[in-house]
């Protein structure tokens, strides 16, 4: 067959030329050719003679349809398909086909009509099977369309709501951009960029900055990240330090060049470092999340300790998967299946979990949708099992493909990549905003450095961030910075440990309404020496008493381990209060709370000559007292070095 008529087999044309008018088929032909010439109006001469010829020929308003369709007529293609159902009534996939362009145009009911006819032609007496009947593919489809059909009907797409927009040209260029990414504190955006045609396409890194007035024009990521092959598809950790993202091997390589990767696809990583402002040359994640099939589409968790991605490996349930794998005791686990809930037997891909840990935000062509890829929204429970997907709405997803969404840490507002109309390029990015119901939980974070408190300069010091509440350990890591993520509504103590310094005390209780103000913090360790103190900002107590609170063993226990390590060193534990109420009764509540700490520290087993405590009342504020913020900071617990 002609070049044109073989892609017109690959959509799947309505029917196959059984005996037709000899006329009509040459004239059919003469369409064929003219078309592969560019002669688009001399090919829909021919066609309309072939049909004019024989009325029972569907072939020619197959082919006149897929000549609309690529001109994005989607109106006359509609049509046509009509024109060749009628011709061809019992040809089984001619109703799908119209189906389809129905439900393109949201004439829903209408293709529900259609795929109902698709489901009771094989009934009609004269229905041949061996010419007649649609292939298993197309049957499924059918059937994955009318759940499309009546989810589409029902939804009701509010745009004005949505505020969707195109990045504009910072991001977005006549090239492909897609695969959207930030940084938790939303000033650097990255993205794939795909630049050239057909066999010389490449994909490489883009990075656009945040400015006053927008998105800088986005450059190429610095140092060894982009390669000759292609990279796509980047998770960033929020502290922008690491990516992981997906490389796939070259199909067109000659032999000799050496297989990098284990499967057709794999997962990667690099490292930033800020001093030379480069990213480092890649690294495989190795053979247990990589299998010798497809992986690709990683998300990193806010903590850097799962992995969520997209495989094509056994023991899934259709064609792309999502799978997790876990970084425990130094090492990547064995991939776990998302399950049924969340995968189909069609393709799930482009996964992005939220900093919240619990939202799965992912593309899929299997759950009932708008059309194409379409994204969803998962949500983990207490009990560790995944919600049933929910689609975004349309609007967000339409006929075209949607994939690659991200979601700031916020949840207001969301980025994706779609080929719809309207834009600079074959995809651009876009961004919107999130209903309340499609948003994930609220989340807070803190991230900072570790600075020696004489020199400023940074130290590596030992990292822990403990939940109070439930006195689980959060983050515990060695390095010159922190970050890791925190539900408002929580107590959390941060301490950093370094071997000849005090440690560095923080407290954080983030409110749900302040999501938007993180934390960021400067832990100045200061060196042991004689007169040295600290606040102890862990240490709790009731309104007015002086008992400690459960929440404060975490503190103590650091106290204690700083004793334990330093076998000379005397303390002297001081309380304080704010002004408010009368002095002599500060002065007694504060020497009571400091006597508790004390207390507490000889009962662990410090002899007692080694520790002295003191309630200083009111006295030596550290912060206004005009203001409850102050106030709450003048409430305290010092430890002061007294000898070592």
Not at 65 to 93: H, M, T, V
Not at 229 to 251: A, L, M, Q
Not at 612 to 624: Q, S
Request: proline fraction near 3%.
């Amino acid at each position: 067959m002609k070049k044109v008529l073989s892609i017109i087999n690959f959509l799947l044309v309505i029917s196959v030329a059984w005996a037709q008018n000899p006329k009509a088929v040459k004239s059919f032909n003469k369409a064929n050719e003219e078309l592969e010439k560019g002669n688009k109006s001399k090919a829909f001469a021919y066609l309309n003679k072939a049909i004019k010829l024989d009325s029972k020929y569907a072939d020619p308003w197959s082919l006149k349809a897929y000549i609309y369709e690529k001109s994005k007529d989607s109106a006359n293609a509609c049509l046509c398909y009509r024109g060749a159902i009628k011709a061809d009534p019992l040809y089984q996939s001619g109703y799908y086909y119209y189906a389809k362009y129905l439900y393109d145009l949201n004439r829903f009911d209408e293709a529900i009509s259609e795929l109902n006819k698709f489901n009771k032609v094989e009934l009609d007496p004269k229905f041949n099977p061996k010419k007649d009947k649609s292939n298993g593919k197309i049957t499924k489809e059918a059937a994955k369309l009318i759940d499309n059909c009546f989810f589409s009907k029902n939804e009701v797409a509010n745009l004005a709501i949505l505020n969707i927009k195109n990045m504009g040209t910072g991001i977005n260029s006549k090239m492909w951009e897609y695969w959207p990414g930030m940084t938790i504190d939303g000033k650097y955006f990255l993205m794939t960029r795909l630049m050239g045609l057909k066999e010389n396409r490449q994909e490489d890194f883009y990075q656009s900055t945040r400015t006053d007035t927008g998105w800088s024009k986005a450059i190429e990521l610095p140092g060894n990240i982009n390669t000759a092959k292609n990279e796509g598809n980047t998770s960033v950790t929020p502290d922008g330090k690491f990516i992981y993202y997906t490389v796939c091997e070259d199909r067109n390589a000659g032999n000799e060049e050496v297989k990098e990767g284990k499967g057709s696809c794999d997962i990667y990583y690099s490292s930033y470092s800020a001093s030379k402002n480069t990213w480092s040359k890649r690294v495989n994640l190795g053979g247990i999340v990589n299998s010798t099939e497809w992986d690709a589409h990683p998300s990193i968790s806010a903590d850097g300790k799962s992995i969520i991605f997209s495989s094509t490996r056994k023991g899934g349930f259709g064609g792309m998967d999502l799978w997790i794998s876990h970084w425990v005791n130094g090492a990547w686990t064995m991939p776990e299946n998302l399950g049924s809930t969340i995968n189909t037997s069609d393709n799930e891909s482009a996964p992005f979990l939220h900093y919240d840990g619990k939202s799965l935000y992912f593309s899929s062509n299997g759950h009932p949708g708008v059309g194409g890829q379409d994204i969803f929204l998962s949500r983990k429970g207490a009990d560790g099992k995944w919600t049933t997907p929910v689609n975004l709405g349309k609007g967000i997803n339409t006929a075209s493909e949607e994939v690659g969404l991200y979601v700031e840490y916020s949840g207001k507002k969301g980025y994706f990549s779609s080929d719809r109309p309207g834009g600079f390029g074959g995809v651009d990015i876009y961004s919107f905003d999130l209903s309340e119901d499609k948003r994930p939980g609220p989340v807070s974070y803190v991230q900072g450095t570790v600075l020696d408190d004489e020199t400023k300069k940074e130290i590596a010091g030992r990292i822990e961030v403990v939940d109070l509440k439930n006195k689980q350990v959060i983050l515990r890591d060695s390095a010159f910075s922190f970050f890791t993520t925190m539900e408002p509504g929580g107590n959390y103590a941060l301490n950093v440990y370094r071997k000849g310094y005090l440690f560095y005390s923080a407290n954080f209780q983030p409110e749900p309404a302040k999501i938007d103000s993180p934390y960021s913090v400067v832990a100045l360790l200061k060196a042991i020496k004689n007169n040295q103190h600290i606040v102890l900002n862990n240490i709790f107590f009731d309104v007015d008493k002086y008992d400690l609170k459960p929440e404060s063993v975490s503190e103590l226990n650091a106290v204690l381990a700083l004793l334990r390590a330093n076998a000379t060193m005397e303390i002297e534990i001081e309380g304080y209060t704010d002004n408010s109420g009368l002095a002599d009764h500060n002065q007694v509540l504060s020497e009571n709370r400091a006597k508790s700490v004390y207390g507490y520290l000889v009962k662990e087993g410090i002899v007692s000559k080694r520790i002295k405590f003191k309630g200083y009342g009111a006295e030596k504020p550290i912060a206004d007292n005009n203001t409850e913020i102050g106030r709450a900071q003048n409430r305290r617990i010092e430890m002061r070095v007294t000898h070592l």
